[in-house]
């Protein structure tokens, strides 16, 4: 038997948003695929209005999701490429909820990694967090990395 068909875990879905959370879900799928000998998908959820935060009019959506593509297959990926852990990724206009769920349906995931913590916002402090609310909404087992005390 093979490590994968031992684990069973074909193909892993980590979802990121660039935070320190983030990148150590990310970090931990890298290893787990390495050992298991699966496939990984990155997905991060663009949601267009927050990015008014940080841009000052005019404001470029298509201009920011390029840069936000580019830099998560540059950046974000980098831990899978490493390892020579196959890999794709998938910026999606939307929040990370759906996004997660989306992807883990279409690509019949084994296993979504995310992190314990992300970018929080006002929509965190009223609807919950991600990892809260993918707990009760997906078909696969869910694995929330959490952050280390530095």
Not at 10 to 27: F, H, N, Q, T
Not at 54 to 80: G, M, N, Q, Y
Not at 83 to 95: A, P, T, Y
Not at 139 to 144: E, G, K, Q, S, T
Request: net charge negative; charged share 25%.
């Amino acid at each position: 038997m093979t490590e994968h068909t031992i684990r069973g875990v074909r193909r892993i879905v980590v979802g990121s948003d660039g935070s320190p959370g983030g990148r150590l879900a990310v970090e931990w799928a890298a290893e787990l695929a390495a050992q298991a000998g699966a496939e990984v998908i990155l997905v991060h959820a663009f949601e267009p209005l927050a990015e008014l935060e940080h841009a000052t009019p005019p404001v470029d959506f298509h201009a920011i999701k390029e840069l936000r593509v580019a830099e998560v297959r540059s950046e974000w990926c980098r831990p899978f490429a490493e390892r020579g852990v196959l890999h794709r990724s998938s910026v999606i206009e939307s929040d990370p909820v759906y996004a997660l769920r989306k992807i883990c349906g279409e690509e019949g995931a084994d296993l979504v990694v995310i992190g314990s913590h992300g970018r929080s916002g006002w929509k965190e402090k009223i609807f919950g967090s991600v990892a809260t609310t993918l707990l009760a909404n997906l078909p696969c087992p869910v694995a929330i990395v959490p952050l280390r005390p530095d």
